[in-house]
């Protein structure tokens, strides 16, 4: 009995358990249903006013230095300025906003308050990249007004600088505004040189401040590499100011300009001139160009032609143009001629002025015709006949293949972004379909196309005993310590001509700047080897000339090898001599100089041969005007103390023999500014003297023979005020009658 009324108990209480669970999940539904019905939307905004912001953590680009580490380009701080619409209350606070962050940012009103109206977004940047000065204002503006610092948001950044503005501008390139690299190194190294960018993940309430949470996580941003350049600061200040002053003397279209160390391939200098500004890329550096724009009516057109005028300006005209070398060329066909045995330097020759090739005549430099000459001879006076001679005894097929040898068929392979490509058949002519009449002008450089980098790549072949190296311009990518992650190793291509003729070819071109064509290349107190060239723009209506100078020096042990070419000069003469190589022996003077190698004189030189400045520091200036006077130099006091506090130019510097030296006696230096004269138009005693009128010491380079000689060009332009005892280089030329006929090549 017992048993059974437990029994029963035992039911009801599993039958009252079941009904329990039953009814509870029930009221669980009920709740659950009701909660969603009636607190679904509480819900739903707290959920939103309590979420993660995921913010993007900008990487720096990697620095870019010269050879010296000198910083060229690198990342620097900046700041990004966004806004929540989500947050701003009504429309009036939108407008005045809108208003201040328009003025503030340089942006368009109504763009920024339709980004303001926005109530789908809750973060939209109005700009990217702004200066401190910007995020001051931005600041001040949130503290001035309650409650914009809830829709007005700031975020770290970065942008690139260029500290030197113009500085090697078509070389290094610039980025754009999503910190890619648009140009140049840049561009070319853009994968390496961009950062690994970071995340920012943190939890924020409705007042967007960040709240405890265990879902925050920060990831750094990892830094790109930075590269170390082959680049030297002062020789591509060298050429490019040399280039910039015969652009803007010689009115001409463009120049441009190489300097390649011999040995390696690394570039030690490269420039196109006009430049741009690479912190404002994006404005049109030529005047003249800008005022054709500014003419232009039509919107579209003139956005067209803008485009294509920021295009040329950002274009790095060494590798991307190419051009016909002219008689620059005649150095690899004698090269050629001279290692397969078909002519000798001393072989004699007879031009009569013209050179006749099935019924096409080509003309010589000169013509009235050389007469008797010896092949180093014909190199000298640029003589096209006796070039067709040696093409025709070397043959289409032995004449390609040196061709290509040298490198001419084929990109250089330097680490830029957009070298030109050469196309066989199109750009030059292949063995196969080079006949009589297209080996004849292609001896003489005329028919085909290459850009500097080749041209100047080739000749350093004959300078580097015959061995034709790869040219480049990054020599060491490093990590954001510091730490060396790669080496540029220098690269041999290929033994182009053996050593003997290299040498032999030398020799020849040695004898060019000494007594031929390129007579303005030469620089007192170095032996320089180059050749000259002029040829026609055949692809222009009217007739436009590119003038260029290559060579090497020294030419006993070589060191550098420089191009210049000059592009559509206007002013005066068009031929390479007159304005390719004022500017090459500028250049070579400059880089020579710098790089401490030291002159040799003979006997000719020795009354123009420069002198180190003595140290009169610390003498009395009583003693030091004494002893610098009784050496000839002309001394400039400064002050009217005992003691000589300083000297300019410092001790150790090269100046003319009897040159002029300022000695400051005061505890603080202060240098003297004086106008420089012009100095164009002189012979080399007449530029000494009135430099030295001035206060002032003059370099010479190019020719320098008191009697026949001109100046051509001044480094400084008449009327720039200078520091009392600088020097300004004054360029020499020829007047021969024969450097007023540098050939052309032209073909009857």
């Avoid at 950002?314 to 290692?339: H, L, M, Q």
């Amino acid at each position: 009995m017992a048993r059974k009324t437990d029994k029963k108990l035992q039911d009801r209480a599993y039958i009252a358990m079941i009904l329990t669970l039953i009814l509870g999940f029930g009221i669980g539904v009920f709740g659950m249903i009701n909660t969603g019905l009636i607190h679904g939307e509480e819900n739903r905004r707290k959920a939103e006013s309590e979420q993660l912001s995921d913010t993007v953590v900008a990487a720096r680009r990697g620095t870019i230095y010269d050879s010296n580490m000198n910083i060229l380009a690198q990342s620097t701080d900046a700041w990004k300025i966004y806004v929540n619409p989500k947050e701003i209350p009504d429309e009036e606070t939108a407008k005045r906003a809108s208003s201040s962050l328009s003025s503030i940012l340089d942006v368009d009103y109504d763009e920024v308050l339709t980004d303001c109206l926005n109530k789908k977004r809750s973060y939209i940047v109005l700009k990217s990249k702004v200066d401190f000065n910007t995020k001051q204002l931005i600041e001040k503006l949130r503290n001035e007004n309650k409650g914009y610092n809830r829709f007005i948001g700031i975020e770290d950044d970065v942008t690139r600088f260029y500290p030197y503005d113009n500085f090697a501008s078509t070389v290094i390139g610039f980025t754009g505004s999503s910190d890619k690299g648009m140009s140049g190194l840049e561009s070319a190294y853009n994968t390496k040189l961009t950062g690994l960018s970071g995340r920012n993940i943190t939890a924020q309430n409705a007042k967007q401040r960040e709240i405890s949470s265990d879902f925050a996580t920060y990831y750094a941003a990892q830094e790109g590499t930075s590269l170390q350049l082959t680049i030297d600061n002062a020789i591509q200040y060298y050429l490019d100011s040399a280039l910039s002053h015969a652009v803007q003397t010689q009115d001409a279209t463009y120049g441009y300009g190489i300097v390649m160390d011999v040995k390696t391939g690394a570039i030690l200098a490269m420039s196109s001139q006009p430049d741009y500004d690479l912190n404002d890329p994006y404005k049109i550096s030529k005047a003249d160009v800008k005022e054709e724009l500014d003419q232009i009516a039509n919107d579209d057109e003139r956005a067209k032609a803008t485009t294509s005028a920021l295009f040329a300006q950002w274009r790095n005209r060494t590798i991307t143009d190419t051009y016909e070398p002219g008689s620059v060329f005649k150095c690899i066909t004698a090269a050629a001629g001279i290692e397969e045995g078909v002519v000798t330097p001393d072989e004699m020759f007879v031009c009569g002025g013209s050179y006749r090739v099935k019924d096409i005549t080509y003309h010589c430099s000169n013509r009235r015709g050389h007469g008797s000459e010896d092949f180093t001879t014909s190199l000298m006076n640029s003589c096209n006949p006796i070039y067709i001679q040696v093409a025709q005894r070397l043959g289409s097929q032995k004449f390609s293949n040196y061709f290509e040898a040298f490198g001419l068929g084929e990109t250089t392979g330097i680490d830029l972004a957009a070298e030109a490509a050469p196309k066989p058949g199109v750009t030059y002519y292949t063995a196969d379909r080079m006949g009589p009449v297209e080996l004849a002008s292609s001896s003489f450089g005329q028919s085909f196309q290459v850009t500097p980098i080749q041209v100047c790549t080739a000749i350093n072949a004959i300078a580097n005993d015959g061995k034709l190296v790869q040219p480049y311009i990054v020599a060491r990518e490093l990590d954001n310590e510091g730490n060396v992650l790669s080496v540029t190793k220098p690269t041999v291509r290929r033994q182009v001509v053996s050593k003997l003729t290299a040498d032999t070819v030398t020799q020849m071109m040695v004898e060019v700047v000494k007594n031929g064509t390129a007579k303005n290349a030469t620089v007192t107190g170095y032996k320089v080897a180059g050749k000259t060239g002029t040829s026609e723009k055949l692809t222009t209506s009217t007739e436009d000339y590119i003038g260029s100078f290559c060579g090497f020096a020294p030419a006993d042990d070589p060191e550098i090898s420089v191009i210049i070419i000059i592009d559509d000069p206007k002013s005066g003469s068009f031929t390479g001599g007159k304005t390719a190589a004022p500017v090459a022996a500028e250049v070579i003077s400059n880089t020579l100089r710098y790089l401490n190698i030291e002159p040799e004189y003979d006997a000719e030189d020795q009354s123009q041969q420069d002198v180190k400045t003595p140290s009169v520091v610390g003498l009395s200036t009583a003693a030091a005007q004494e002893s610098l006077s009784g050496s000839g130099y002309t001394v400039r006091v400064i002050g009217d103390g005992e003691k000589v506090k300083a000297q300019y130019p410092e001790a150790g510097k090269l100046i003319p023999q009897n040159g002029v030296i300022v000695l400051y006696t005061k505890s603080t230096k202060t240098n003297e500014t004086v106008e420089v004269p012009n100095l164009t138009g002189l012979t080399v005693s007449q530029a000494r003297s009135t430099a030295k009128a001035a206060g002032l010491n003059i370099e010479v380079v190019g020719m320098s023979n008191d009697l026949t000689g001109a100046s051509y060009t001044q480094s400084i332009s008449k009327g720039t005020k200078v520091a009392l005892g600088s020097t300004v280089t004054v360029a020499y030329m020829t007047s021969t009658p024969e450097m007023e006929i540098e050939d052309t090549g032209n073909a009857d």
